[in-house]
């Protein structure tokens, strides 16, 4: 089943406490991103891959760091994170140009940072 | 950056009526997709139009993109159609992330 899968689902840790999120997909698609959701400020881009090594910052890179060595991979790090990155993420991919494909998304990560 | 509005911001049904939902953007666009995101926040794919139209079951979907709007119907409206709704957005100069509107809050009652 073609599917982009996160983990964990949920997680609630400590402020400072290094953490990572994974994402994978399986469609072999190029492109993959990362979004926040917060109440009141919609879903917003974090840092999105055009291609394997390739990454750049979206709107809210501030906190994160993100690598992309294999295609299937974009995993999510927050080297120091504070309460402020209490949010909902998630990983959306699809082939090629997202501007002309659809994005899949991921289920979701509740991340709580007390 | 480009704008996207959507209308009504909350709507209440009951079960088995028609509803329709609406997306307004600022500016032209290569990808339009509209979402579904259920009480326990997954965010399920509806559609991909960037224009034209679609239908998938009890939903279907029109996008004018000469007049930059998109329409979401839902017909016999079921309880587990409640959630939110969203429309994306992409454009040239985007950088390929979807810019999303505030959502439509839909609750079916039985």
């Known amino acids: 089943e073609a599917q982009v899968t996160q983990n964990p689902r949920y997680l609630i840790t400590v402020t400072g406490k290094k953490l990572t999120v994974t994402c994978s997909q399986n469609?072999?698609?190029?492109?993959m991103s990362w979004y926040r959701q917060d109440p009141g400020l919609g879903l917003r881009q974090i840092y999105y891959?055009?291609?394997?090594?390739?990454?750049d910052k979206g709107d809210v890179p501030e906190g994160y760091k993100v690598s992309r060595k294999e295609k299937r991979n974009f995993p999510l790090i927050l080297e120091s994170p504070s309460p402020n990155q209490t949010s909902l993420y998630f990983c959306?991919?699809?082939?090629?140009?997202?501007?002309?494909?659809?994005?899949?998304f991921g289920d979701g990560t509740r991340l709580s940072i007390l | 950056g480009i704008q996207v509005e959507q209308s009504p911001p909350d709507l209440i049904l009951q079960e088995g009526a028609n509803s329709t939902l609406r997306c307004n953007f600022s500016?032209?666009?290569?990808?339009l997709q509209w979402f579904h995101q259920n009480p326990w926040g997954q965010l399920i794919n509806l559609f991909y139009?960037?224009?034209g139209t679609k239908q998938n079951g009890r939903l279907s979907a029109t996008t004018v993109a000469t007049e930059r709007y998109s329409l979401l119907y839902i017909s016999s409206s079921q309880t587990t159609d409640s959630g939110v709704y969203f429309c994306?957005?992409?454009?040239?100069?985007?950088?390929?992330?979807?810019?999303f509107g505030k959502g439509i809050t839909l609750s079916v009652r039985p």
């Open positions: 959306a991919s699809s082939l090629g140009d997202s501007r002309n494909q659809p994005q899949h």
């Open positions: 469609m072999n698609h190029e492109y």
């Open positions: 891959s055009m291609n394997v090594e390739v990454t």
């Open positions: 500016d032209s666009v290569n990808n």
């Open positions: 139009i960037p224009s």
């Open positions: 994306a957005v992409s454009y040239t100069g985007a950088n390929s992330k979807l810019t």
